[in-house]
T-cell receptor, first 114, second 111 residues
Framework: DGGITQSPKYLFRKEGQNVTLSCEQNLNHDAMYWYRQDPGQGLRLIYYSQIVNDFQKGDIAEGYSVSREKKESFPLTVTSAQKNPTAFYLC?????????????FGSGTQLSVL | QKEVEQNSGPLSVPEGAIASLNCTYSDRGSQSFFWYRQYSGKSPELIMSIYSNGDKEDGRFTAQLNKASQYVSLLIRDSQPSDSATYLCAVFSGGYQKVTFGTGTKLQVIP
């Protein structure tokens, strides 16, 4: 089945620790995105990538880092600099970036702080 | 002013009624408009997209776009309890070249 796989489903971070959220897609999509969702809030864009080895900051990139070494993979690292990391993280992809492109979402990772 | 605004709700409607969800946006250069449905703890799924002024119908769902008023709406006819979810309005802005989401409207369909 084609789709986007996020792992783990739940993740706990200790103080001062970096954690990495995995996102893999087999849809052959060029564009991939990371969003953060807080309770009762919409989705806020963290980073996005339009092509391998290239990515751009979104609206709330501070405290996060990404890489795009392969077309299929777009991992997100939540660094210790992110002081309020508890949120639901969603990875998405689209065939390209552009006005008519709908987003396909993974099932999400719930990150909590211990 | 927020780029995309929605009433957070909850919006409660009886089963079988029409649910009307509204969204306004600030960028007049916005080109594409999407409605995503999100069940609690799940990821959003696209239910409607609309690109030009007027109405677009798909089954029980109708999206309405008025670019002059910077307004997009979603109508759900014959609402079912399974429609109870949060509905996210998303707008692709030509000026910002990105999709911006509203905060979502929580819909409750009462049996």
């Amino acid at each position: 089945d084609g789709g986007i796989t996020q792992s783990p489903k739940y993740l706990f971070r200790k103080e001062g620790q970096n954690v990495t959220l995995s996102c893999e897609q087999n849809l052959n999509h060029d564009a991939m995105y990371w969003y953060r969702q807080d309770p009762g809030q919409g989705l806020r864009l963290i980073y996005y990538s339009q092509i391998v080895n290239d990515f751009q900051k979104g609206d709330i990139a501070e405290g996060y880092s990404v890489s795009r070494e392969k077309k299929e993979s777009f991992p997100l690292t939540v660094t210790s600099a992110q002081k309020n990391p508890t949120a639901f993280y969603l990875c998405a992809s689209s065939p390209r970036t552009g006005a008519n492109e709908k987003l396909f979402f993974g099932s999400g990772t719930q990150l909590s702080v211990l | 002013q927020k780029e995309v605004e929605q009433n957070s709700g909850p919006l409660s409607v009886p089963e079988g009624a029409i649910a009307s969800l509204n969204c306004t946006y600030s960028d007049r250069g916005s080109q594409s408009f999407f409605w995503y449905r999100q069940y609690s703890g799940k990821s959003p799924e696209l239910i409607m997209s609309i690109y030009s002024n007027g109405d677009k119908e798909d089954g029980r769902f109708t999206a309405q776009l008025n670019k002059a008023s910077q307004y997009v709406s979603l109508l759900i006819r014959d609402s079912q309890p399974s429609d109870s979810a949060t509905y996210l309005c998303a707008v692709f802005s030509g000026g910002y070249q990105k999709v911006t989401f509203g905060t979502g409207t929580k819909l409750q369909v009462i049996p």
